[in-house]
């Protein structure tokens, strides 16, 4: 069992830069792949952005936030990263942390991960 627990999260106008972390207790942290959704108001779905295998050596990322956003994660904070710049009013949403123990394959699908956190709100002002 993990638990998972966002923060960083806020208001910032356009151009801005938020960072957000996600903390893990309760289970080895470096044995999971983690990952990054967002999901936007109006009843959109939840949708990936960015993903970091078990070691942090490589990285993947929506074509939509690739280039402006960065993954991170420091296994011995137990804490996932995601540093965001260049923000657009396009990506307000509320952001997820996630975590999943088996391959990257499907590491773009939010049902293939085990363990979500609540969630924190950014919104991106024009």
């Known amino acids: 069992q993990v638990q998972l627990v966002e923060s960083g999260g806020g208001s910032v106008q356009a151009g801005g830069s938020l960072s957000l972390s996600c903390t893990a207790s309760?289970?080895?942290?470096?044995?999971?792949?983690a990952g990054w959704f967002r999901q936007a108001p109006r009843g959109k779905e939840r949708e990936f952005v960015a993903?970091?295998?078990?070691?942090?050596?490589?990285?993947y990322y929506a074509d939509s936030v690739k280039g402006r956003f960065t993954i991170s994660r420091d296994n011995a904070k137990n804490t996932v990263y995601l540093q965001m710049n260049s923000l657009k009013p396009e990506d307000t949403a509320v952001y997820y942390c996630?975590?999943?123990?088996?391959?990257?394959?499907?590491?773009?699908?939010?049902?293939?991960?085990?363990?979500w956190g609540q969630g924190t709100q950014v919104t991106v002002s024009s």
């Open positions: 993903a970091v295998t078990r070691s942090g050596i490589a990285t």
């Open positions: 996630a975590v999943k123990d088996d391959s990257m394959v499907y590491y773009k699908v939010p049902r293939a991960y085990d363990y």
């Open positions: 309760g289970s080895t942290f470096s044995s999971y792949i």
